[in-house]
């Protein structure tokens, strides 16, 4: 069986269809698979490093600003939307594959067009509850397309083959156990608190959970881990500003990257972070009630559309950033933490919408597709 994975662009386009093909190859010693990225993406560097083989061709999106900076990409976006499906038709010629499977992001575009024409089958794999433009338009010759929740199902065309599949969640996650993440933390019986904005940090959620960290800081109510990120370098001193020397502070575990994440969502009693679709995945599948704060700032806003995902069966509560302020946001912290009850709800609300077979429900897909079951 040979396969082509196309997405890139961001972490959470990649992310899946590195773990759908790592699944895939060791299920099938056999299968060949090959990536197409956009060359300078971010999968340039992930997928390599996964060990997989790849190809690049150029694209790049429309910017909707009327700047000449703007108008002078947009006409580069024109000239690469002809130029990259005849660099696509190539590989897909050189590599004839049996199946192209696209996880979104501009590059999922002239790969899976091009290849549909070709009369080579389509799948897509849509992570958010709001679907991204690419996935709408390829949805339309896809043999199928695989829906991380259903909300998303009543964006696309009436005709579409949707499937609901989950995204994939990775094995640390869904192994992990919340006593032995508590034991190996270190933390006592006291409500643990996880927060963090991504690698590169959020300054509103940074600006926003800074009061919560301060009183913990001096009340010793809560537990409290949070990752600032790579832009956030300034928030020990905000904390300082605040009263609370964050080094005196047993109960505050504060830094700039969280590289354990599986033990410490496992060990956390509540999660405060963006709603990017992996995070909500990996919530889910540990059951953890959420405050969830969408960042505005991406695509279609589908953060938002993430969130209530979850806020509609009763699993997450939502700040939108508008809203945000240190004391609506310990106001909904002490809410949730001080009501076992109301607690214990939202954690089973959120595991019954996680989805932990995804990569198997895909695995079998591609095979029913392609006549290897």
């Not at 895939?24 to 390599?48: H, S, Y």
């Not at 953890?288 to 993430?306: D, G, R």
């Not at 009850?341 to 959120?350: G, I, M, P």
Request: hydrophobic share 40%; with cysteine; charged share 25%.
């Amino acid at each position: 069986m040979k396969i082509i994975f196309a997405g890139g662009g961001t972490a959470g386009h990649i992310n899946p269809a590195l773990a759908i093909a790592g699944y895939i190859r060791n299920k099938d010693k056999d299968a060949q698979i090959l990536f197409v990225g956009n060359k300078g993406g971010m999968e340039e560097t992930l997928v390599p490093k996964a060990g997989f083989d790849m190809e690049f061709i150029h694209i790049s999106g429309f910017q909707r600003k009327l700047t000449p900076a703007a108008l002078k990409q947009n006409i580069l976006t024109v000239k690469r939307t002809l130029t990259s499906s005849m660099e696509a038709k190539k590989i897909i010629q050189n590599f004839n594959p049996d199946i192209c499977v696209g996880t979104g992001g501009y590059v999922s575009g002239p790969v899976l067009r091009t290849a549909a024409k070709m009369g080579i089958p389509t799948i897509i794999h849509e992570q958010n509850a709001y679907p991204g433009v690419t996935n709408k338009m390829l949805a339309k010759s896809a043999k199928r397309v695989m829906l991380a929740v259903k909300d998303a199902e009543e964006y696309f065309d009436k005709k579409s083959n949707c499937v609901i599949t989950g995204n994939p969640v990775r094995r640390e996650i869904i192994e992990a156990d919340k006593d032995a993440a508590r034991k190996e933390l270190g933390v006592d019986e006291r409500p643990l608190v996880l927060s963090f904005g991504g690698s590169l940090g959020a300054k509103m959620i940074n600006e926003g959970v800074a009061g919560l960290i301060a009183r913990s800081g001096k009340d010793g109510q809560y537990q409290h881990i949070h990752g600032y990120g790579k832009n956030g370098l300034w928030f020990p001193d905000l904390i300082k500003e605040k009263g609370v020397n964050i080094d005196e502070c047993d109960n505050l575990d504060v830094r700039e990257y969280i590289d354990n994440m599986a033990t410490c969502m496992a060990a956390a009693d509540l999660v405060i972070s963006r709603a990017g679709a992996i995070t909500l995945s990996e919530i889910q599948a540990l059951g953890k009630p959420a405050i969830l704060i969408p960042s505005p700032n991406v695509a279609e806003n589908h953060q938002y559309h993430n969130a209530m995902a979850l806020v509609n069966n009763g699993a997450a509560e939502i700040i939108e950033e508008k809203d945000l302020t240190e004391e609506l946001l310990i106001e909904k912290a002490d809410s949730l933490l001080q009501d076992k009850e109301k607690l214990a709800e939202y954690s089973a609300n959120s595991r019954k919408m996680a989805i932990l077979d995804t990569n198997e429900r895909i695995y079998s897909i591609i095979k029913k597709i392609t006549g290897s079951v």
